[in-house]
């Protein structure tokens, strides 16, 4: 019976010394990602974001340049810009893990599966919906005056004020109680 005590102990030991391998692994795997963070930035450089490993915005940065655009078109490009850096979290985890658990672990698969299913492709880039304003409405300096439309004429003087109507006089011939005329 001593050797069963003895092999059950080397058992446990065994399942100890890998649980704690792999909570060391697991643990080095949450400390990589932990620092980890995707910067996305829009095509004419006017916009950039930055996402943590928990796809939660860190940082966002909208140039300058950005002022001539549609507060609208730069709120979506904000948002397209998010969801295209979030996408890209499954590959850091996925590179993470091949270098602290390994590619074979049941966990490590599932853990990618689930990043991928929380942040998934974004669609593809529309086309603008936003069509360019109309030039003539933005008054923006480098308009030429070629492209100008003239001001407006300015509104005509106000017309000179009618002379008070003349009343006809009352003729006071009538006998009426009335005073004048019934119509005048």
Not at 62 to 70: D, F, L, N, Q, V
Not at 148 to 156: K, V
């Amino acid at each position: 019976m001593p050797d069963s005590i003895d092999a059950s102990d080397a058992m446990i030991d065994n399942w100890t010394k890998r649980l704690e391998e792999n909570a060391a692994r697991y643990q080095a795997l949450a400390d990589r990602m932990q620092d980890q963070s995707v910067t996305e930035r829009s095509k004419d450089g006017t916009v950039q974001v930055t996402v943590d490993s928990r796809g939660l915005l860190k940082n966002l940065v909208i140039a300058e340049a950005a002022s001539g655009k549609r507060m609208a078109e730069v709120s979506a490009q904000v948002m397209q810009l998010v969801q295209r850096a979030q996408a890209r979290i499954p590959e850091l985890l996925q590179q993470a893990m091949t270098e602290t658990t390994g590619t074979g672990d049941q966990a490590a698969v599932e853990i990618v599966r689930e990043a991928q299913s929380t942040f998934p492709q974004p669609p593809p880039e529309p086309e603008p919906a936003f069509p360019e304003p109309d030039r003539v409405r933005r008054f923006l300096p480098e308009d030429s005056d070629d492209q100008r439309t003239p001001p407006p004429a300015p509104p005509a003087p106000p017309a000179p004020p009618q002379p008070p109507r003349r009343r006809r006089p009352v003729d006071n011939d009538d006998d009426d109680d009335f005073g004048g005329p019934i119509l005048s």
